[in-house]
């Protein structure tokens, strides 16, 4: 069905029975993301790291070491993101606030909308429900940002600041499945690169991120099934490995491509507050607009980005199938 802009008695009609959704509301993603923190620019920085040579055998002679060594500083490149802005609006009249007990209902012999009291309408507070249906979806528009956003920096009033996605920015730990189903094998490679880089050095929670196609293939690679007679199948949800172990978790707007393997204690979300404004549990300001006739508005905002530390701690799978 399609959504309307601002709510009126006629477009946005009263149904009877239990209210729900299909769509993909839970934020598993961001739920799990424990550290928060605040910034007052909308650029920040996310670490500073610096590489150190390969390791070697030196020869140095007595003679020789009557002369120090040639100098090595060892230099430090900066890993930043930015916060953007989420904002939503709600606008309804006070005629469709007000008609809460006007159902509507299909009128089969004109192919038609009847309307009458029959039944009992879920949503007795329309601007309620809709500011609160609004938080939802920012907050699916949010996981989905943290997870895939494009970085962009803005330049002037007119281009937005995007913050860059994890996945999106995990470039350095990457294995290209090559349209196969994932397997352990693919896997492997996935967690060698991982330790050949230094993943596994930073302490933390790793989590293996992948959408429902996914995450049935997982189970399969690593299923082992015993022998019984009246149990079949497996519930993979975690994975043990030389390196430690992973809980797999269903992220819905992971993409259907992509596993990503993920340390939750370098996640946090940054958030940059306006002065004077006050938020809710979200780091959301909830507030109303000017009204300009019969109606009200509200409005939804929020300058959030996501500080993932660094591409070093964190790795893909992509490629894989889908279906």
Request: hydrophobic share 40%; net charge negative.
């Amino acid at each position: 069905m399609a959504n309307v802009a601002a709510g009126t008695l006629w477009n946005l009609p009263n149904y009877a029975g239990q209210l729900f959704t299909p769509s993909k509301i839970k934020t598993p993603f961001l739920d799990m993301i424990t550290m928060a923190g605040t910034v007052n620019s909308p650029e920040f920085a996310m670490s500073s790291s610096y590489d150190m040579e390969s390791a070697a055998q030196p020869a140095i002679t007595e003679t020789g070491s009557l002369t120090a060594p040639s100098a090595v500083s060892y230099v430090r490149a900066n890993e930043k993101n930015v916060a953007q802005i989420f904002q939503r609006q709600i606008a309804l009249s006070y005629a469709k606030m007000s008609d809460a007990g006007r159902l509507a209902r299909v009128e089969v012999s004109t192919s038609g909308v009847a309307y009458d009291e029959f039944g009992n309408n879920p949503v007795n507070d329309e601007l309620a429900f809709q500011i609160q249906t609004n938080m939802d979806q920012l907050k699916m528009d949010l996981e989905y940002s943290l997870l895939n956003g494009a970085y962009a920096l803005s330049t002037a009033s007119s281009v937005a600041y995007k913050t860059r996605g994890l996945i999106t920015g995990s470039t350095t730990n990457t294995v290209a499945a090559g349209t196969v189903d994932i397997t352990s094998t693919i896997m492997d490679s996935l967690f060698k690169e991982m330790a050949d880089n230094g993943a596994f050095d930073q302490e933390g929670r790793f989590i293996v991120a992948c959408n429902a196609w996914n995450m049935q293939m997982l189970g399969k690679a690593y299923e082992f099934v015993p022998t019984d007679r009246f149990i079949g199948g497996s519930a993979i949800n975690s994975i043990v490995t030389q390196f430690g172990q992973f809980d797999i978790v269903y992220v819905p707007r992971v993409p259907i491509t992509t596993i990503a393997v993920i340390n939750m204690s370098k996640v946090g979300v940054m958030f940059q507050p306006v002065t004077g404004k006050p938020v809710n549990e979200d780091k959301v300001i909830v507030e109303p607009l000017a009204k300009t006739g019969a109606g009200e508005l509200w409005q939804l905002y929020t300058q959030i980005g996501v500080d993932y530390g660094s591409s070093y701690f964190h790795g893909t799978v992509t490629g894989t199938t889908s279906s």
